[in-house]
């Protein structure tokens, strides 16, 4: 089994920037999938963005423009760099990695940005 652990989380003013990695704890080559997802107290994840193995990227209407995910296989590791940060990006971000008959989350990382 592969064990995801997210980092980078933190208090930000609105406006300024964080970059979220998430780290495996073994080769992310084999997953198909690797992504970013939130949750805010009282409501659903929701996905903020995705890159597939072939560097294809996906992000959420919120973030799109603003958030960036990147990969890097070597270390075994994603990347979420969040720009122009607001307050309604207030929550805990999970990472997730997926590949057919398998999938592993992280246990999530608190973002709280100030007004």
């Known amino acids: 089994q592969v064990q995801l652990e997210e980092s980078g989380g933190g208090l930000v003013q609105a406006g300024g920037s964080l970059t979220l990695s998430c780290v495996a704890s073994?080769?992310?080559?084999?997953?198909?999938?690797m992504s970013w997802h939130r949750q805010i107290s009282g409501e659903q994840r929701e996905l903020v963005a995705a890159?597939?193995?072939?560097?294809?990227?996906t992000y959420g209407d919120a973030v799109k423009g603003r958030f960036t995910i990147s990969r890097d296989a070597t270390k075994n590791t994603v990347y979420l760099q969040m720009n122009s940060l607001k307050s309604e990006d207030t929550a805990v971000y999970y990472c997730?990695?997926?590949?057919?008959?398998?999938?592993?989350w992280g246990k999530g990382t608190l973002v709280t940005v100030s007004p």
């Open positions: 890159i597939t193995s072939g560097d294809s990227r």
């Open positions: 073994g080769s992310i080559f084999s997953f198909t999938v």
């Open positions: 997730y990695a997926g590949r057919r008959g398998y999938f592993a």
